[in-house]
């Protein structure tokens, strides 16, 4: 494949490509700070890929596209041929019916993505000065790996509004959607958030951090060299637990946390909690340049409020106290907005091969992004922050 004399090349493990190669597209941020992204790093997809998360007999195949232009690899993006579509965030079970209803095949389908992690991040990783260029050769390139191998569609979730705007400019079906980001403005402090907040909701709040402290034991906060594998051990406890009820099956494996605790400790948070000498629940949080990221939770004990103590007000505590912009709590939950979490738009850009059916999906994508403008707007007008300077204090 190329454009102007860009070759992009598919690799199907990332020991094809060496680390430093691969973050200098996905996080060149990171020779000075912490990447912007912790997902979109090469030790982080490389944990997914060695744990076995992906790969073999998980319906997520590597399918890695790189652009060189000449030695020199200037964008990556991380893609999978697709059996299902499980772990996405970003549902299209019912593009999947109506197209096999109608007789076709949609899977395998290529997802541009970060395999379990709804969290809106670059999608096509550009050195800097080739973001144009870049983006470009590797929309034509997932293109043509799909429609050269007769996959029904090419589906790009999570990327940021400005990639929307620029696939939809390329021909690309754009979607919407919503989940609830925690945004820090200047507060001072925990209680500087909470005086933002109108009377009753900050009552809620306080009542609510109080009633989790009546669990009988005491939060902790480990990252990095603190983190220490008995951690890990409780951790997979929690995990499993939580994926058993939710997905059937976790996605991910144990072995993923032995890599996490060797290449990953630095970019997560942890919080746990124990009691009597036991580590009964934790949430793994991943630490970017300006943003934490909510990933997991788990438990062995119900405790009322610890869950809305250990995912979202311990990690406005970090927040704050870290200089982040913003938390990330995951995909779905309305009730993060009594919490202090609102809603916003999140992105996704589609290709499908069949005109007609294309033609039908960017009919409804029409409507559903009015739904999601009209959501968005009803909820963000239920928020628990103040809506005059005047109200309640």
Known sequence: MSNQQ????????????????????????????????????????????DSGSVGTGTGWTPRYLVAYSGEMAIAVTPAYAKTHSQGEYVFDYSWAHAYERAGGRYYP???????????????FLARPGYEEMGQSALVQGAVQLASENQLSSLHITYCTEAEAEAGRAMGLLHRTSQQFHWENT?????????????????????KERATAQTFGGTIHQFTGDQIEPEHWDAFWTFYQDTGARKWGTPYLTRAFFDIAQETLRDDILLVLAERNGR??????????????????????????????????????DYAITHGQTRVEAGAQGDHKLARGYLPVTTHSLHWIADPGFANAVEKYLVAEREAVDNDIDVLTSYGPFKKSSGEEK
């Open 279 to 316: 580590w009964i629940a934790g949430a793994m949080n991943m630490i970017g340049k300006g943003t934490l990221y909510g990933r997991y939770w788990g438990c062995t004990e119900d405790h009322a409020c610890l869950h809305f103590e250990l995912c979202y007000y311990q990690a406005i």
């Open 186 to 206: 200047d507060y001072a402090n925990f209680d500087a958030f909470l005086a933002s907040l109108a009377a009753r909701k900050r009552k809620n709040i306080r």
């Open 109 to 123: 389908k290529l997802q541009i993505s970060v395999p379990f992690t709804p969290a809106t991040g670059r999608r």
């Open 6 to 49: 860009i070759e992009i090349h598919v690799l199907t493990s990332l020991s094809d490509i060496s680390e430093a190669e691969w973050d200098a597209c996905a996080c060149p941020e990171s020779n000075e700070s912490r990447p912007i992204d912790p997902f979109t790093t090469h030790r982080f997809l490389k944990a997914l890929e």
